[in-house]
């Protein structure tokens, strides 16, 4: 617990203790211990950025890789702002 609340994400103390970071996290929640997030939720300028990075035709990982992030927290920002997301596999208008 020690090394949670000192700031070690739920990978890195799997690593350290040789178990799956979801043994850690079971382990840490048994104990009582709020799980906070691996990965940073955007901010609203963030989120301004992921929807004119993904208007100009990125998907959803490349504007995730840019702004540090999963797919998925970009997906769901997109959502809540009302973006509609391209089909899967889409590379962007024919000539």
């Avoid at 890789?65 to 997301?85: D, E, P, Q, W």
């Amino acid at each position: 617990m020690a090394d949670y609340a000192t700031g070690r994400c739920l990978t890195a103390l799997g690593e350290k203790y040789g178990i799956h970071r979801q043994t850690a996290k079971a382990h840490l929640e048994r104990a009582g211990v709020e799980i906070r997030s691996e990965l940073p939720a955007l901010d609203e300028r963030q989120v301004g950025e992921a929807v004119a990075l993904y208007a100009t035709g990125l998907g959803l990982k490349p504007v995730a890789t840019k702004l540090g992030v999963s797919a998925n927290t970009v997906k769901r920002a997109l959502l809540a702002r009302g973006v509609r997301l391209k089909p899967r596999g889409y590379s962007g208008p024919r000539p």
